[in-house]
């Protein structure tokens, strides 16, 4: 099968950088294009980006040249699908711009992700409000959403324990500095210390976790109807965010029951089996002292970071809690939105534009 | 007024480090007696210690030969009382011992601290529990201890809302490593991460907490009958234990009824002025981002690092939410110690044994 | 003594809070103006600037107006003299126009340090090449530079060794995050992790140390003939910078002789008493680990931070090695440059404007 | 072929466990005994050992039952070659008794580095040092040691510059906490800190670094004649030693001669194609900033982390300057190990024991 032809929207900034990372070889999408902001146009990648995302650039995007962000060059390109890793502000017209012009477009800005008719979309979690899309205003282009890093691993800690009656989450967040972008947190800021709060991270986690486990009805979501209190603070981490989850269920579970939920867990991707499909959505840590942001995002074996780690499951006084980890700019961004390319070209929402033609 | 001779146990480690700093130049105790572990035993006290607690050693106590920790020691030195700083294995059968010879114990250790009729006093908090020790086994003698540090803090942050009708409480913590002792956290462990799990901490705090805030009912403590749920994780921070506390009230109060509370609350160590006192217990932040361990300890200025800092206070779907902040070796241990025993003092427990004799 | 009126051009920056900072209650400075970039300009001083040096803004300072960094405004204000915390680039015409407008000026920025007919001042290392000022172009007014940061340090490690001449110096920085300004350095770049370059250090430290230990004569400064190479990397500690200092030296001298050249070193601040002054300009730490920045920068007891610590001192086949630890904010910048006023009104050099008309 | 018989002795440590991780699946050494102290015997390797080196224990080792140290051990399973990874005082005799059991001994620890008779080999630096061993008084056994870590990366960046005339080296050191061992640094020494001591680290570099470049003569080692004088600081990195370099060469080359020197560098491992040498055993950074512990370290791709990296290579004044990077525990000790081994293996030194007999 012939690929996709994919561009990078703002593939200069740290999550830009793991789109590239991601899509290198990539079986389904062909990375064409990359665009980034005036100073770099022109110039070759390499020279564009302080790459730290891995040890070294992959080789075939070294020297690809880096374009403006417009979508004329999109057309031009003749390019198929758009994962977006541009700031908010810029990405919310340019994104229906695309979209009018028949690209879909995978975002992982907050621009859009309130409106009513745009997914933010999980495949493992609510595959289902893929359809929404289907609803938007463009012929050809629509735009799919995904969650804000700290809500994507918060929805895999409490979509298992749905089925046991969830009315009751307190979530209380350790995040890491590359949350914040390149040079978002200033190491005087941040060494030695911890900073409780993060613009606008609380609502949104509140919001969109809600929305994610909603109910697709009528073409609209209904939020779902647990209460939900989130707390955050940046720690110095370079990657990973841990979280603390206490929820009360309805149901009386044992902590076994809790376990077996989060280590049987496993949705579409899973079984469509997609290229960054982790095996296992969910891993359960035995030990006594883990997740650990250290030691276990482990971007080694197979799972690219795209699997959330779970340990600590305890229950005290009718409460179950638990600490989760999620790779934040991985599950928690540029992988998430690479999962959601591919769980849409598998329900037949992407087509190469010279068949469209 | 001639001045108690007091003796510290364990001087050595951290928090023993710090009794020496807050008792250098005391109006009321004059440190005599320092000791430790056989290996120090002789030497003089800054050859024995590898001091971090401040800038340099007090003078008066450089040169001050380390002894033994015996009870006979104790008696021979004509010790008045004594605080203890030991690890809580070799303190539990000593404490007791020293009480039987007539001498008051002012324990920071964990070993007593369950007792029914062992008070963890705090005086802001709840000094009318001082009086358990009057049902103790001991003849002059008696045992006091003060919290475990992140409980320190905590309780800070609930008691001025008890008048609202406190019903739930879950916290989580960011702790210090100091709070682990001098070598407790090795650097592999959190450099660049947070380690989930702190032995026996979480039912420490749900413990401790409730029976500090609970009432002393004809010669018993009857711990607070909240709800409490705690979740304790280490950061790579030197001092100062930061919690996110999440409230449920029975009443509908407004953030400025908390703030309120918390900016007026006082007690007896202010009313009677007691030298270890801060003079306003609770601090509050009004900046969106703080308060932060790096930045507002403050050992500077009046309050020693016993005042509790407290800031984010938000109000989100009928819960109170805030931030509060501890300085975990004060306040959450040899100046909480020091605080007790100059409540002690005042309120005619204590008494030089000369006078006893 | 009435005091003179001083101004803190760029106020609100790191270096500019240090000299709002020492200048609380300053003897012979009455700080009476705080200047700002456009965007602080109007605002009260607490409300244009996120306070990181110490726990609080002195009161006095709290609540006062920030104006535009003019010389106008600094006529308006019959301002005696200027202390300047702007960046190279800003303060390079503006301390022209302000020195030609009779106002002396006290500069932290490297803009006219290599000057010939500027000096590089440090009044214990070379107090007599403040006459250099007498060769510049202005009228009333004048410009004296503190050296850069890392510099400043360094020169007290080698002044008490030049009787013994000084032939070679190899120096390796350590250098604090706090030395590239408010948000210089990302915590991204530098949590975990050594930066091995600091743009332009090490040409500065090497030119910087040979003029400021060169000779005054017949008007201008011959550079001191010793042969010196630094490098320079950036790691992961909030303030002080240390550096490893090796030497080779004509005479055969002792570790002891070294240490007793640095304890007795003591220079024209220290005789005259000025106010920044530190008692003893070096202090030898004899323990085997230090000194370290996270323990030994001292702000606490007599000296500010203005002294400069030394340890470690050895010899090995035929060199003398070394650390040395400055703090880079006062000692290296604005410690430095109210040091260097002081020492000019003790020379007669600054004269309340009043008197000049 | 069969693969040799491998134990590791201390294999629960992290040098151990580096060991562990680098023999897993080694195509010439089969890893078939783990040692350790007694706590550890009768347990699963997997419930002795905290591991951290990776993200999980290979496989095959995780059921591995660990047994005792002792040479009788070793013999009963019939181990062909040795790797040492324990405290050199428990080292020193043990290594002597194995050695006479006939079974040669590969060895990380210091314990007898310095004796005459022992190499301290690299097989790219000083390949014939292995020759002593046939001077060694063992029948079959012998001792090979690796170099201290520090000084493993500092032989790369002299011996290509030899050939110039290296007459003076200063070296100076920012060294990881992972070099001190798993619990060798406590958080409270280190967090934002900088520890300008190691001890004996300086004296091994330099003794070590003259005997790895001296010439073999006559059945000992003659050190290398140039002037060493280093100076050894602990930073808050977790792995990963950093060191910068100034040498004063005979003749006078340019920056790219060194550049060419360091590129072109090659050694016997790399035309043997040992399993564990790097293809490049020197990679020079060109970036201004490089290299950095947290980026260039680079365990991906094909080098295990045992290619030295070289950087910002400049000329001043007569002296080249650069900084050097080297893994510490794997080029500075298990990785450095095994190669030795290979290294051995490959010029007939190593026989299955089934063949001896």
């Not at 541009?86 to 907050?110: H, K, Q, R």
Request: net charge negative; glycine share 8%; aromatic share 6%.
């Amino acid at each position: 099968m012939t690929r996709l032809k994919a561009c990078v929207l703002g593939a200069t900034g740290m999550v830009g950088q793991q789109f590239v990372r991601i899509l290198a070889g990539h079986p389904d999408f062909e990375l064409v294009l990359l665009t980034a902001s005036e100073r770099s146009v022109g110039l070759q990648y390499q020279n564009s980006t302080d790459w730290v995302v891995s040890n070294k650039i992959p080789k075939e995007f070294k020297e690809m040249i880096v374009t403006n962000t417009q979508t004329e060059k999109l057309v031009e390109n003749e390019i198929d699908l758009v994962f977006c890793a541009l700031p908010s502000g810029i990405a919310e017209e340019l994104e229906i711009d695309i979209a009018t012009a028949g690209i879909p477009v995978f975002s992982n800005t907050s621009a859009h992700r309130m409106k009513p008719d745009v997914p933010i979309l999980i495949p493992e979690i609510n595959p289902d409000h893929l359809k929404l899309i289907e609803t938007q205003q463009f012929t050809d282009g629509f735009i799919v959403t995904n969650s804000n890093c700290s809500t994507s691993g918060l929805v895999f800690g409490l979509k298992p324990l749905m089925p046991f009656g969830l009315n009751d989450v307190v979530v209380t967040t350790y995040q890491a500095v590359s949350g914040a972008g390149r040079n978002g947190v200033a190491s005087m800021d941040i060494l030695g210390n911890v900073v409780p709060f993060i613009p606008d991270e609380e609502a949104k986690m509140e919001v969109e976790t809600r929305a994610i486990l909603g109910k697709l009805d009528d073409g609209s979501i209904r939020p779902a109807d647990f209460r939900i209190n989130a707390s955050c603070a940046r720690v110095p981490v370079m990657n990973g965010h841990l979280e603390s989850v206490v929820v009360q269920l309805d149901d009386d579970v044992s902590t076994d029951d809790v376990i077996d939920a989060f280590e049987t867990f496993s949705g579409e991707p899973q079984s469509l089996n997609l290229p960054t499909a982790p095996k296992t959505p969910i891993v359960v840590h035995q030990e006594a002292d883990r997740p650990q942001p250290l030691r276990d995002l482990s971007i080694e074996g197979g799972d690219l970071g795209m699997a959330v780690k779970v340990g600590r499951i305890r229950k005290k006084d009718g409460r179950v809690n638990f600490f989760l980890l999620v790779h934040n700019t991985i599950r928690g961004a540029a992988g998430a939105s690479v999962l959601n390319a591919e769980y849409a070209l598998a329900k037949g929402y992407l087509n190469p534009r010279t068949e469209v033609i």
